[in-house]
C-alpha cells in the first residue's frame, strides 16, 4: 500500500507509525527467548513459538490500520497469516544456523582455522 494507492498521508503516517510501535513490541518477544534460551535444548521450539507471537502482535497492529482502509479484509485472518509468515522466516533462519554448524564440524577437520563458529560462545 503506498499513497497513491487511495492512501491519503495521514493513512501513511497511521501506518507507517502503528506498524513500528507493533513491529517493535512484537519482536521484543524472540528477542527476549533468544536471550534467554540460548542453552536450552528446547531452543528452537521456543524461538518458534516466540516468532508465532512476533508475527500476531506485527499482524494485529497491521489489522488495526487495514480494517479502516479495506474493510473486506478479515483481520483474524491477516494476523494468523501473518503470524505463519513469522514462524517462517525464523524456521528459515534456523536451518541456516543448523546447516553452518553442521558444515563446520567437517571444516574444522580439514582446515586449520575455519573461522569462527557461531553456534560456540567465545
Known sequence: MTAG??????????????????????????????ATAGASPLFVPLLLAAGAVEGAILGGAQALVIR??????????WILLTAGAAVGVIAGLAMAVVTGSTLMTI???HAPDPGPDVTRPR
Open 68 to 77: 479502516r482502509l479495506l474493510p473486506a479484509v478479515r483481520p483474524a485472518r
Open 107 to 109: 571444516l574444522r577437520r
Open 5 to 34: 494507492d487511495g492512501m491519503t498521508r495521514r493513512d501513511l503516517a497511521r501506518w507507517i507509525g502503528v506498524v513500528s510501535l507493533g513491529e517493535t513490541v512484537g519482536f521484543a518477544v524472540p528477542a527476549v527467548v533468544g
